[in-house]
């Protein structure tokens, strides 16, 4: 009997640990859970902290083709679920027909959709500042930008255990203007013969705005391809990790039952 995959995707500032709690979940539902990393990441954040320089060098472009890589490997076509750049990454891979099915949590705009509603700079680190290739966050940028719908002690505890610095070269890729972006930075918007696809945001979100996320929605409007929004009131881009993970999960886990991914087929 072959179970169903699901390749989860991480995003900026976040190590894969953070899809822990999410692939407890999905394997008790009897999926094939994959949980990979970037190119270069150590096996926890605090070692990633510590010496990050392996991530140094990662864009769009390679950390792109290191997951279509993964997703093509699988005997049994996966779903993607991916968060922050990890949802830009799974709306670009669906949308050449790799994967089964794909949710975009919070997701990097595809298409040129602006992020200009985000005024946490994050995403457009000074391009004269040169002499770091990553991009870190403090505690306190933290619990300001990504978890701040959660108290400070959870916010730290967090902090500790998923965060770590972003590659410089990945934020430019992201932050350059539509005409100077990657391929990987869009999605075929008009593929009609793509799997489902369901984007997913929250309203407090400051680092991917709820507006922006609406946007992309709209650019899909006129395909027949299923694609759906559900958005979370009084959730934050911290709400994969965070206290109330659980529900964004099982309305992940409900979406794909109906329509007919389920960890292992039906008998009979």
């Not at 140094?56 to 390679?62: F, K, S």
């Not at 709820?210 to 929605?217: F, G, I, K, L, P």
């Not at 099982?250 to 794909?256: A, E, I, N, R, T």
């Amino acid at each position: 009997m072959n179970r169903t995959p699901v390749v989860f995707i991480h995003g900026a500032w976040f190590h894969a640990l953070s899809w822990e709690s999410w692939a407890q979940r999905f394997a008790s539902q009897g999926f094939l859970v994959f949980t990979p990393g970037w190119p270069g990441e150590a096996a926890a954040a605090r070692e990633v902290r510590k010496s990050p320089e392996a991530l140094g060098g990662v864009g769009l472009d390679a950390l792109t083709d290191h997951y279509a890589d993964i997703v093509r490997s699988f005997e049994v076509s996966p779903v993607l679920v991916g968060h922050s750049v990890g949802g830009l990454i799974a709306q670009h891979l669906i949308g050449a027909n790799v994967g089964r099915a794909a949710v975009a949590i919070a997701p990097a705009p595809v298409n040129g959709v602006p992020l200009s509603t985000s005024r946490t700079g994050l995403w457009t680190p000074d391009p004269a500042d040169t002499t770091d290739r990553l991009v870190p966050l403090s505690p306190k940028q933290f619990h300001h930008v990504f978890a701040n719908t959660v108290e400070a002690e959870e916010s730290d505890r967090l902090f500790e255990r998923y965060v770590v610095p972003a590659p410089r070269r990945l934020l430019t890729d992201l932050g350059r203007a539509d005409a100077e972006r990657s391929p990987r930075a869009m999605a075929d918007i008009a593929n009609e013969r793509r799997g489902p696809l369901l984007l997913i945001s929250g309203q407090e979100d400051r680092l991917v705005p709820d507006s922006v996320t609406r946007a992309v929605y709209k650019q899909y409007g006129d395909s027949t391809a299923v694609t759906d929004l559900k958005q979370f009131a009084d959730r934050a881009h911290s709400l994969v990790i965070d206290n109330g993970w659980r529900f964004v999960a099982d309305y992940v886990l409900g979406w794909l039952d109906e329509r007919g991914i389920r960890g292992r087929p039906a008998e009979g």
